[in-house]
């Protein structure tokens, strides 16, 4: 079902957190709202759940207008990145919770099949007759889910659901819940503060600072283009570099501390001495292109199949690499790496993109 | 109580804990230093322990055996033969002829008896008569004496003045105080020779006006009709009380203040506290003002043309209502704060998960928020029956068992019957039986309601990972 949110604004004791925000997520989509803590990720979430009233603007579930009904009636399954199992019941009792509540509840024997089918699809079957204390965590997210699922609500709402599970269980998880969402075909929203769980488990990802979705767009497209400073340094593990200069000569940039890289050829005609912030990421350093930038590697992180290096290219001005391992530069060498000068982004003094 | 229980564990295992490639010696030294740090460690709780809980109960067992009260004093009682013992004992099958034999008075000359009337005042010169010629002299008989004394040479001529000389000499084993019931059992011989060595005993045993070991407190107890009215009344006040009110009206308002704003919460807690925190006489005198003829319910209803008397003691409903609502109010704010912490320590999120997946207030309430109140509504219970068990004060304050004793409970009889009274006659033996009941009693309750609970599941270890 598609959700569209139209001018919602919410306020906390007369404080505004979130203005006229506009957002709308396509039928069978799994969205995610990407941001900082604080930014009101979670509290657009919980306005769609119906936990929090909106205070402006209206929130569609496909044609009908949920703004003003009650969590019990907008048909929502949300999980909580603590999970909020009922700890006194039984993981079968607290995935039928949903069915034998509510206006058209069923008999608790009528819950048996609905629970074990959904049981499947999220494979906890066997966990059932337990209780939330005897799961890890890891079982508790999927009975979590389950609990979200069975009813076959119209929108799916995951709050950091990953956040309380160690390295690989997230791994796991995440291609999980994609797999279940897919299945399921149900529109997800899914909130995160961490951009590699948004790129991989996400058709759109909306990045948010400050109570604004600053950008939407699909995860390679928005790590592509970012249309700000923000979104560009939120995006990418490890982060883009920013350098602080001006535009010199016809496609130059300089900086005060002597770097000097060219720009971009789209860029082509920005006026001399315009002052910009120019973005490397660590891929287009040190791998091909046709500029050059030399100095002194001073750091070295090795990751396995990727070696990370940290390169002083100017005093203050750090450079960063990351290349497919290699072992035959240190701490101290000097360098002269190719950098994709066609590929920087180039950002004006407010930030946005040029 | 259960923390220095672990402190004894503690100490127990540090003593076991040292490793066996340890020289012995240092074992040897470590151990004594370490169990006495703990001994030190726990002295004053054990001290404490002792004078204020062992003490007290142990000595509430040891006199609930006792027949104490105030006439036999808290000390070593004497063996004294009274008219009074003597009918009661004829009351209980003692024969007359027995009875007079024992309380015959004697005649003896003998020093004591002239030296008491020397002190009373008897002409000396008659005095010496006696000793003269009657030295030794035993007189059965009032008469027989008198004559004997009447022939002496300075006898005085009126009867009277010879009557009370002879009365110094008269000797008489009733009201006479003996130490040893050895003594008095010689004496009784001596006194009544006719006596069987059997009932002699009997009067020997009974003359004890100390405290002596007996059951028949429990057997008072235990047959006396009173029981059972005390009984009944203590069960519909504990259970009344505990269940409109600890309970129920605890358990409704943490839940509704739940809902609140916090400082309706705050403001609403603070005011159901106000009975439990103004002094107890305070509080009993508001609730008179409230409810007596004068006062301001008496009046409302005078005004709308209800019945208007004094509730507190004027009928017997009344009496229970209020009873029931003085100690409830205090109750319910007990009940309030517990559960008003556990409902707070219920995470948010489970409350909107609840939500989320369709459930009424109601449901919500009943299915999610319920559940997890077991323990603290279990604790209430627990606590409140054996505070309630126990609650004399306000109803001694209040209705005092009135009207009639249609609102005696167990606890406040016990306490008129040992320490306050119109007779005068504490009797601590039986109040102490009473008492111990009552100890009894709750403590069974405590076990039953653990077993119920399944005390053991719920302080389990909390396997859930955060």
Known sequence: ?354 | MSSSAEATGGVARAARHPSTDRPHRQIAAARPRISLFGALLLAPALILLTCFFLAPAVLTAVFAFTDMSTSTGIGKGQYVVTPNLLRELADAGLSDEVAEAVSVETYTVDDAGLEAAEAGGVDGRFLKNIADRLNGETYTAAREFERALRGLPDAPRSPRELKLAAEHFGQSVLNQRFDTSEELSATLAEVAPNVSEETRDRIVASSYTGAVWTTENFHTLATQRETARLVANTFLFVSATLGFFNLSLGLFLAIVLFYMPKPVNSVFSTLWLLPRITPVVLYAIMWKWFTWEGGFLPVLAEQVGLPSFNYMKGSVVTAWITMIMVNGFIGASFGLILFSGALRAIPVQQLWASEVDGATRWQQVRRIILPQLRWPILFVTAYQTLSLLSAYEQIWLTTNGGPGKTTTVWALEAFRTALSNYSGNLEYGLGAAMALVLVIVGLTLSILYLLLFRFGELVSKPRIEF
């Open chain 1, 1 to 354: 079902m598609r959700l569209q949110l139209e001018n919602f604004t919410k306020a906390f004791d007369g404080v505004p957190v979130i203005e006229d925000m506009n957002l709308q997520v396509e039928d069978g989509e799994m969205l995610a709202l990407l941001g900082p803590s604080g930014c009101g990720k979670s509290t657009t979430l919980f306005a769609i759940a119906g936990i929090y009233r909106a205070d402006g603007g209206r929130i569609l579930f496909g044609e009908r207008d949920m703004s003003n009904l009650p969590s019990q009636r907008r048909n929502v399954g949300v999980v909580f990145q603590n999970y909020a199992l009922y700890p006194h019941m039984s993981v079968q009792e607290n995935i039928a919770f949903p069915l034998t509540v509510g206006k058209n509840r069923m008999r608790k024997a009528d819950t048996v099949r609905p629970v074990r089918e959904i049981a499947e699809l999220i494979h906890i079957e066997e966990l059932l007759a337990r209780k939330p204390a005897q799961l890890s965590g890891g079982q508790q997210q999927r009975v979590a889910l389950a609990r979200a699922l069975v009813r076959r609500p119209d929108v799916l709402l995951l709050d950091e659901p990953l956040a309380n599970l160690d390295a690989k269980l997230r791994l796991e998880m995440r291609s999980e819940i994609r797999r279940i969402q897919r299945e399921t075909g149900i529109t997800a929203i899914l909130v995160t503060h961490d951009q590699v769980e948004a790129m991989s488990m996400c058709d759109r990802v909306a990045i948010m600072n400050k109570g604004e979705i600053l950008q939407i767009a699909p995860p390679t497209e928005m790590y592509r283009s970012p249309v700000s400073r923000f979104v560009a340094g939120f995006l990418g593990n490890p982060p883009i570099v920013f350098l602080d200069g001006h535009v010199t000569g016809e496609c130059g940039f300089t900086m005060e501390q002597g770097l000097s890289l060219p720009l971009p050829q789209r860029l082509r005609g920005l006026s001399s001495g315009q002052s910009l912030t120019l973005g490397v990421r660590p891929e287009h350093f040190g791998t091909s292109g046709a500029a050059v930038a030399s100095g002194k590697v001073t750091f070295v992180e090795p990751q396995g199949r990727e070696t990370l290096f940290d390169v002083e290219t100017a005093p203050g001005v750090v450079l960063r690499s990351i290349q497919p391992a290699r072992q035959d530069v240190g701490i101290g060498d000097t360098v002269s790496w190719p950098v994709d000068a066609e590929h920087l982004l180039a950002f004006d003094a407010a930030g946005t993109r040029l």
